[in-house]
């Protein structure tokens, strides 16, 4: 079983920053995906961004430029640091991670948290 804690959510004002953290533990593959999804009320869960094991990132088109996905030296912990924050940047944020093991895929989530960016 895998667990997922995020921390660094909170209410900021726009054009703020905000930097939000995920640790990963349990049995977890050394190849693995992990990721930063949120939710806006009455929208489906979309992803903001996720980088590989080997490092490989991707962004959402909406926040290219203004965030930036990381690992860090602990193994298995994702950062993301959001800059030049926007109204409809808040929602509820969930760190995600995908790996194979024992031959078959599987998929955890974080319990979220919240981000909301004031006007």
């Known amino acids: 079983q895998v667990q997922l804690a995020e921390s660094g959510g909170g209410l900021v004002q726009a054009g703020g920053s905000l930097r939000l953290s995920c640790a990963a533990s349990g049995r977890i593959a050394s190849l693995n995906t992990m990721g930063w999804y949120r939710q806006a009320p009455g929208k489906q869960r979309e992803v903001v961004a996720t980088i590989t094991s080997g490092g490989d990132t991707n962004y959402a088109d909406s926040v290219k430029g203004r965030f930036t996905i990381s690992r860090g030296s602990a193994k298995n912990t994702v950062y993301v640091q959001m800059n030049s924050l926007k109204p409809e940047d808040t929602a509820v944020y969930y760190c995600?991670?995908?790996?194979?093991?024992?031959?078959?895929?599987?998929?955890?989530w974080g319990q979220g948290t919240q981000v909301t960016v004031s006007s």
């Open positions: 995600n991670l995908n790996h194979r093991w024992a031959g078959q895929r599987d998929e955890y």
